[in-house]
Each structure stands twice: as C-alpha cells, then as structure tokens.
C-alpha cells in the first residue's frame, strides 16, 4: 500500500498536490500537511502527479513497486515547429541492415517508454525482445505456418488479407511477416488484463515514436501478433511467463534506407463543437 511521504522543513502548504490528484485523495486542512483522505491509500494509483508537480520537492510516494530514476527535473522544451518536422518524417521501415542493436541501446528506449500513458496507470505492459535474427526467422515461420492452416478453413479473416501470398513470398526466402528485422519487441500482459490492449498500443506508439532518436526504425509486426493471438505453437514458442499473453509486436532495427523528405497526406479533418 502506498504511502504519502511529505518532507515538513520543504513543504510550502501551497495545496497543489492536492489540486494534480486525479482522483482527488489529496487534501490540504489548514495549517497543516498534505495527507490522504481515509480510504487514500487504497485508491491511490500511484500515478505520481504530486510529486511531480510540487515546486520544493517535499512530496514522495512510498511503495515497494517504486524504483528511484536517475533523471534530472526541468521543462520539456521542445518547439512545436521541431517536434513536427520530428514526427511527420516517421516511417515504417519495411529494409533493415543486418548490423544489430546492440542491447543496452534497446534497454534506454525501452527505459523511455515506460514512461508512456496507461490506464488507471496500470503499467500493465510487459516486454520480451527477441534480439536474436535466428530467433526472429523462426517465430515469423512459426506465423506462416498458421497461415497456412487457416488458408484451408472457412476463417473469415481469408477474405480480409492475401495469405496465399504472404506464404508464397516466404517461400521464396523472403519474410513478409517481420521483414528479416533483427530484432523483434513484443508487449504483453497478464491473461485477465482488461486494459493490455490500449497500454500496449499507447507503449508500442511511444516506442515507435522515440526510435528514430537512436537511429532505429521500426513497423508494427500485424501479421505477427495476428498469428501470435491464434496459433499456440507460436505462443508456445515465445515462452511467456504463466497465464500471460502476447498482446502486438513490432520489428525494430537499423534502417537500410534514408527518406528525404514526408510523403503527402490526406487533409486534416475536423468537427468543431462549440
């Protein structure tokens, strides 16, 4: 159970713990410290508002799940102009280099995205990185052999994508399904998780988002995870922990090609409601 920590000689009393609180467990009696209400502790989802938003520092929460991080505080200044022309050159990089990444690498971006958004702050998103090409190739055969089980079924998704094709190209020693990335990162989460779904998307975005800072480059693996979520060999050959699951996938490496400049895009589309 957490517990709300509050540093007496820093603490200024001027409530704007209480005032971040999304869940409004925070309050300020007059003269006194900031504190839980009764059931605070218990609610409480650990989600760090207060402590990040105090000026003098003299808030913490106290719990066993909590790690120290070694980031300096300060103001995420980066112009709206720059951070556009950022993300309108992301791309999905389908060519990749055989150089690796190496681990400690992926271990900071990783470090990055869990930072990333997630609901009620469940931080419900586990992760396995298969840094081993071998590997890669194999878990992406393990794919194609479900297609080729579900391309003799009556399974509505044939009539959504050409799996006849996908194999065919995999047979001749391409891999339509992860590219021949060199790596492979995959989200999951416990089996009963009723959020996995919208953390991982959110982590895997972040993810996608932060890579190209490294120099990486990544796509979402969707005929990967579409396979991982149906085909037990696969989920078996990903050996999860017990009672987790596989929830979406993506391929990462060094990208064999430089793009110049954004592609066009459809016009923004806007319902304004005043």
Same mark, same amino acid.
């Given at each position: 159970?957490?517990?709300? !920590?509050?540093?007496?000689? *820093? +603490?200024?009393? =001027? /409530?704007? #713990?209480? @005032?971040? $609180? &999304?869940?409004?467990?925070?309050?300020?009696?007059?003269?006194?410290?900031?504190?839980?209400? !009764?059931?605070?502790?218990? *609610? +409480?989802?650990? =989600? /760090?508002? #207060?402590? @990040?938003? $105090? &000026?003098?520092?003299?808030?913490?929460?106290?719990?066993?799940?909590?790690?120290?991080?070694?980031?300096?505080?300060?103001?995420?200044?980066?112009?709206?102009?720059?951070?556009? @022309?950022?993300?309108?050159?992301?791309?999905?990089?389908?060519?990749?280099?055989?150089?690796?990444?190496?681990?400690?690498?992926?271990?900071?971006?990783?470090?990055?995205?869990?930072?990333?958004?997630?609901?009620?702050?469940?931080?419900?998103?586990?992760?396995?990185?298969?840094?081993?090409?071998?590997?890669?190739?194999?878990?992406?055969?393990?794919?194609?052999?479900?297609?080729?089980?579900?391309?003799?079924?009556?399974?509505?998704?044939?009539?959504?994508?050409?799996?006849?094709?996908?194999?065919?190209?995999?047979?001749?020693?391409?891999?339509?399904?992860?590219?021949?990335?060199?790596?492979?990162?995959?989200?999951?989460?416990?089996?009963?998780?009723?959020?996995?779904?919208?953390?991982?998307?959110?982590?895997?975005?972040?993810?996608?988002?932060?890579?190209?800072?490294?120099?990486?480059?990544?796509?979402?693996?969707?005929?990967?995870?579409?396979?991982?979520?149906?085909?037990?060999?696969?989920?078996?050959?990903?050996?999860?922990?017990?009672?987790?699951?596989?929830?979406?996938?993506?391929?990462?490496?060094?990208?064999?090609?430089?793009?110049?400049?954004?592609?066009?895009?459809?016009?923004?589309?806007?319902?304004?409601?005043?």
């Amino acid at each position: 159970m957490p517990k709300l !920590a509050i540093n007496s000689q *820093r +603490c200024t009393r =001027c /409530g704007l #713990c209480a @005032a971040a $609180c &999304p869940l409004d467990i925070i309050r300020l009696p007059r003269g006194e410290q900031p504190r839980y209400v !009764a059931d605070g502790a218990t *609610r +409480c989802i650990i =989600c /760090g508002h #207060c402590v @990040a938003v $105090c &000026p003098s520092e003299a808030v913490e929460i106290e719990d066993a799940r909590l790690v120290p991080d070694g980031y300096e505080t300060g103001e995420a200044d980066i112009a709206p102009e720059r951070l556009a @022309a950022y993300l309108r050159m992301r791309r999905s990089v389908r060519n990749y280099r055989d150089t690796p990444v190496e681990r400690g690498t992926i271990e900071r971006l990783l470090d990055m995205v869990r930072y990333a958004p997630s609901s009620g702050n469940s931080q419900s998103i586990r992760w396995l990185v298969v840094h081993n090409s071998g590997e890669v190739r194999r878990l992406a055969g393990l794919a194609v052999d479900w297609m080729r089980t579900i391309m003799v079924s009556d399974a509505p998704v044939n009539a959504y994508f050409n799996f006849e094709g996908i194999i065919r190209s995999w047979d001749k020693g391409n891999d339509p399904v992860c590219r021949k990335a060199p790596h492979l990162v995959v989200a999951y989460a416990h089996k009963d998780s009723i959020v996995a779904g919208t953390d991982a998307v959110i982590a895997l975005a972040h993810l996608e988002i932060a890579a190209p800072s490294f120099g990486l480059g990544t796509c979402w693996a969707g005929f990967f995870q579409m396979a991982a979520a149906r085909w037990e060999p696969l989920r078996q050959a990903l050996d999860l922990p017990v009672d987790h699951l596989p929830i979406h996938a993506m391929m990462l490496g060094y990208p064999l090609l430089r793009y110049q400049r954004p592609p066009k895009r459809n016009p923004l589309t806007v319902t304004w409601r005043s």
